[in-house]
């Protein structure tokens, strides 16, 4: 396996054991790291290098950020790093940055939540002609309870486009769409082990819908998948034996949807599940466990290896990558970002259910607004209920139009989207009343990214603490500089960091006396 290369050092070098000396010997992480103890038997030092003359009381072996999480992520999905750039919905991860990812040997998703099926369709075409036959890199499935239709073509175009990885997010029960992902194409290999068409990793942030995708897929989905001609009998057979996803992102803390559960938690009940449910299949491969959700730091990134998991997913911090699609006004309204500039906000997607996502909330009114509008829908039967004395703000300062405008708009759009969306509308007025509202949630995202400066105090951009903790430990670095802050060069350095933590700490365990500055890590330029 090729590393990064290694800065030049001299072969051998003397014992340090001052406390300069010791942090620097601690950062060379791509050597051996010899504990010695001075003359006196009771000072502790370090060494690099050879073998050193004298009393060595233990050795660190090296230490590569591609070894920092568990190696057959790397072997089953054919790269380097055990690092995946997260999907960010409306093509904000986009075809450049998964391209990218996938020349740095690393895994990366494009967002294609909340886009229309036809730039979902464009983007997916781009990255097969650029990208062809290379297994690493894959797009997004988001569950869409309000759009069944949509979800079942957007698996249907993955699976016929030869997508190799799916990202399935926001998944409360487990759907045709997302079964047929997980299933179509499965076969048995040479040596009689089960081979997938399709890898689904599957995001999750509550052990109830961990244990969904950990289990085989259920009976009566398959049954119906057989019937319809879209799974064969065999297919259906082989989906019996294997859970639906073999790679499961517990989600904590993120930017976007989100149960704000600390990793610190979550990851370890879910791999107390994954235990008791490979041991209740016996399945005969592992399934792997990753970590999203709160990851804009070294720090985050090791502590997320030291629970367990075998792959870190990093999403909101992208945003800032040249490389996303989010304009350059949004882009630096999040570098201001400190860890508290967040807030929950209704989601366009799960209005009506009243799922949450967490927002930026330095410079924007987005989520005191869409707060209003949810209140609104709650509160009242239709459009013609609400009370002037709350209907005139709402118009004026929200939606910055009568309501009869925006449904019109609202009826435009999705009378070339989805016409079934229209006629319940007039049938129901309560549905009509959330499509309008809703419109003012997914335009909100839609300007952050045009970056329309006339609706700036309406941007929606996905944010959690992460970003600002970002944006502290890069202050002052090559990646403050929006230029330098392109998609691999944040990986590299968080793994890179991660790595040099991760030494610290177990020279820690040994005894050494070790600095706080040992501790941290200073982004650099990496290659």
Not at 446 to 459: L, P, V
Not at 484 to 493: H, P, T
Not at 500 to 515: E, I, M
């Amino acid at each position: 396996m090729s590393v990064l290369a290694a800065p030049g050092s001299p072969a051998a070098s003397p014992p340090a054991f001052s406390p300069e000396g010791i942090a620097a010997r601690a950062r060379r992480i791509r050597e051996p790291v010899h504990v010695v103890s001075g003359p006196d038997g009771r000072e502790l030092g370090l060494a690099t290098g050879p073998v050193p003359g004298g009393p060595v009381l233990g050795t660190l072996p090296p230490l590569y950020p591609e070894w920092l999480g568990g190696r057959t992520f790397c072997e089953a999905h054919g790269v380097r790093f055990p690092y995946v750039a997260g999907e960010m919905a409306n093509g904000i991860s986009t075809t450049g940055m998964v391209t990218a990812m996938a020349r740095a040997d690393m895994l990366g998703f494009f967002g294609a939540g909340g886009l229309a099926y036809p730039d979902v369709e464009r983007a997916v075409h781009t990255l097969v002609q650029v990208l062809g036959p290379r297994p690493n890199w894959g797009v997004n499935l988001i569950h869409s309870p309000a759009e069944p239709e949509l979800e079942w073509r957007v698996a249907e175009l993955l699976l016929r486009s030869g997508v190799p990885r799916i990202s399935a997010s926001a998944f409360m029960e487990l759907t045709p769409a997302v079964v047929l992902c997980a299933a179509r194409g499965l076969r048995r290999g040479a040596d009689g082990g089960i081979v997938r068409g399709t890898t689904l990793l599957a995001k999750v942030s509550r052990p109830e819908v961990a244990e969904k995708f950990l289990s085989p897929a259920p009976a009566a989905l398959l049954n119906s998948l057989v019937a319809r001609g879209e799974l064969s009998p065999e297919e259906a057979e082989l989906a019996a034996r294997v859970p639906v996803a073999e790679d499961i992102t517990v989600e904590a803390d993120s930017g976007g949807h989100t149960d704000n559960r600390p990793l610190s938690a979550l990851l370890p009940r879910i791999a107390l599940l994954r235990d008791a449910l490979c041991r209740r299949y016996g399945y005969r491969r592992p399934v792997r466990i990753g970590a999203a959700g709160g990851l804009g730091t070294p720090d985050a990134v090791a502590a997320a290896f030291a629970l367990g998991a075998s792959y870190v997913v990093v999403g909101s911090v992208n945003q800032t990558a040249v490389e996303s699609g989010l304009s350059d006004e949004a882009k630096s309204m999040l570098c201001d970002a400190d860890i508290a500039d967040v807030a929950m906000a209704p989601a366009a997607d799960m209005f009506e259910l009243g799922v949450k996502l967490q927002v930026l909330s330095r410079g924007t009114m987005f989520a005191q607004r869409a707060g209003r509008l949810h209140s609104a829908y709650r509160a009242h039967g239709s459009l013609e209920e609400i009370p002037s004395a709350l209907r005139v703000p709402i118009e004026r300062d929200v939606l910055r139009a009568p309501f009869d405008e925006i449904w019109q708009r609202t009826r435009a759009f999705w009378e070339q989207r989805d016409p079934a969306e229209v006629t319940r509308a007039e049938a129901d007025p309560k549905h009509r009343m959330a499509l309008v509202f809703r419109w003012y949630l997914g335009s909100s995202s839609r300007w952050a990214i045009t970056g329309d400066g006339s609706r700036r105090a309406d941007y929606q951009i996905w944010c959690g603490p992460a970003m600002g903790a970002f944006n502290r430990w890069v202050e002052g670095t090559l990646l403050a500089e929006p230029a330098n802050r392109s998609v691999v060069q944040i990986a590299l350095n968080l793994l890179e960091g991660a790595a040099v933590l991760t030494r610290a700490h177990q020279l820690r365990t040994y005894g050494v006396p070790l600095t706080p500055e040992a501790f941290t890590y200073t982004p650099c330029e990496l290659a």
